[in-house]
Nanobody, 124 residues
Framework: QLQLVESGGGLVQPGGSLRLSCAASGFTLDYSSIGWFRQAPGKEREGVSCINSSGGRTNYADSVKGRFTISRDNAKNTVYLQMNSLKPEDTAVYYC?????????????????WGQGTQVTVSS
């Protein structure tokens, strides 16, 4: 069974940090790009960050630039999202998704595999 599993979410105060993990099973991530998306209640799912298969190309939404960092460890079949200086508006369910190696996009249509999501809540 092909699966992506997110972990690392939780409750954090504004200004705090979390590191999310996206672990693949049933396939390897070596030839896949990975996108991180988030969805808050009543809001559209939005792209947060993406990384190509080699890790040499990354993109970030303007709202998270300078605060979030995406990285990957293909040997561990895992992609990470380090989130620093968290704000209440970062509160959402965060999803990772796998797509073609050439894709580093915030279009949900281009990603074939999705994780179940992990909740991130930023509150004082």
């Amino acid at each position: 069974q092909l699966q992506l599993v997110e972990s690392g979410g939780g409750l954090v105060q504004p200004g705090g940090s979390l590191r999310l993990s996206c672990a693949a099973s049933g396939f390897t991530l070596d030839y896949s790009s990975i996108g991180w998306f988030r969805q808050a209640p009543g809001k559209e799912r939005e792209g947060v960050s993406c990384i190509n298969s080699s890790g040499g190309r990354t993109n970030y939404a303007d709202s998270v630039k300078g605060r979030f960092t995406i990285s990957r460890d293909n040997a561990k079949n895992t992609v990470y999202l380090q989130m620093n200086s968290l704000k209440p508006e970062d509160t959402a369910v965060y999803y990772c998704a796998a797509g073609p190696a050439s894709v580093c996009s915030f279009s949900t249509y281009l990603y074939a595999y999705w994780g179940q999501g992990t909740q991130v809540t930023v509150s004082s």
